[in-house]
């Protein structure tokens, strides 16, 4: 502790996989040890992040309970030795959480240096099948739609003759025998809401104990680098005081990625925090190499400058045992504080304070802004290990929010992502990559956003389903882009899809759709040679209305197509952009086996 202090740290984690050491034996709880680690913090001037441990169910608990273990799609439980083996749907497991979670709550509540309580660590679904998880999924169903024949018609299940006769027939879809039989999306779509709501509900019976035992501690859980873990994150947000994650990417765009979407997790636009910030080596990879010289430092001050709050590390002292003995800390095993990494952070934290305290304004409001929704993404790849049949299996959501997070952000330019429903206030410009799922009432918020000024760039594939991902037949957004949608075609997604325009050759991937555009739409930029039956037709196209106007893509942008939308279109819509920074920016070179790359930030 003396170390940490004069490290320059003022706050520990503490406990999050620790169930097993605070419960030895059920109904048995022991506290007595972190209470006087939390003491010994406070008479060094150190604060507290407490954890929940629901991630690390202790082997008590499974012999006694093994109901509360995930189970797979063949019926077997994931057994213990590792961590995460529990289903979020058991009902046990949720009163055995509660019971601890009540009891730590109470024994912590006291300290004066308990700063934040952390759920859980880095929550993801468990795609189980247990007993519970198949009639809380009926149930979840009845709710949703109440009679047979709604949930028959919403999942298509008319066709092959698959319809449900009883509410009993429904249970959690497994991939047929063979894996060879497709299953309709619709299904998977649902079927991934409702694992989804289970962690939501699983983190709110633990932030209601919380909130009630420890009023004014504040809440987070701490997210993996962003991917799919079968959660929406703006739902599982709202439950929280501020999102936080932890932050295992050297490449200095791919956390930029992570920082802004996090940070648009958090509708009181207060930041977020870093969880666990990588400082050394991790153990995951199959090469786990020192980040670059100097990387810690600019990406401390990285987060700062996207919206961090709090940064943590991951981890203080190497581990003496356990599965992540190799894994580089500040301190090594002996104590020894002589490494590299400690004297990085001792030399950084002044310059990390200081990039803080001259933010003019804790508070981010790009007018630059993506379009995202989790429900979207899972309609755009909902297989896994389901054969489902579509047009083209190329698309890659997180990809594309990932290639126009990154062209956007180009010289530093401000830009967050949004949800449908957050505000749009600060924005000029909405980006939608693809958003095939809209609903009447976003459809109506977008006409507006444009008639009074804004810029609205669209991408394929957008408000062609209903909410169970079933064609509606029609581009929602066909009369706002001033376009008569024609056909879909695909590409290998080795193959580049030629755009010509006046002004720019680029190419786009993955599909196109052909349009014919509508009086007052012009045509930007057509499919070129070898385009099939898209070739001549427009591939980009532009309308204005009211005030603003809509850029519509007929096809997927690659980088280099990105780059003449950013200049032509979306630089001269800007009134008062938006920098992360005004300070100078930190140029940063490194060089590995791919090659040398030279970033600034
Ligand atoms: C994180 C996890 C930590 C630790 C770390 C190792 O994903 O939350 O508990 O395992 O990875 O890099």
Redesign the pocket.
Known sequence: LDNMRALGLDCVRVG??AWSRLEPTEGHYDFAWIERFIEMAREKGLDIIACTPSAAPPRWLCQRYPEILPVDQHGHPLLPGG?KHYCHSSRKYRELVAALVERLAAALSGYDNLLLWQID??LSSSNSYSADADSRFRQWFQEKYESLDRLNRAWGTYFWGNDFSDWEQVALPRPPLGGKAAIPKAILLDMKRFRSDEIIGFVQSQTEILRRICPGVPITT?W?PIFDYGFDFHKLAGLLDFPAW?H?CPDARAAAFCHDFVFSCNPRNTGFWV??Q?CAP???GSCNSWPPVGWLTAAGRQNILHGARGIVF??WREFPYG??VE?GAIVRLNGDTDTMVYREIKEAIPQWREAAANLADHTRQPEVGILFDMENWWSLQPGGSFKVKRRTQAVDYRALLRAWHQSLRKDGLDVVFHTPASDWSPLRVLVIPSLPMISEELQDRLTKFVESGGLLVVGPQTGIWDASANPTGQHALAGLSGLKFLELDCFDPDLEIAVAGESFQAAGMWLGESASPLKNTQTIAVFGASTGILEGKAAIAARSTGRGKVITLNTHPTKEMLEPIRQHWIEPALERPTHASDAAPLRFRWANKDGAFEIEL
């Open positions: 999050e996989f961590r660590n880095e701490n993996s932890d295992y969880m666990e990588q991790p153990d995951s991951f981890h599965a992540e894994h």
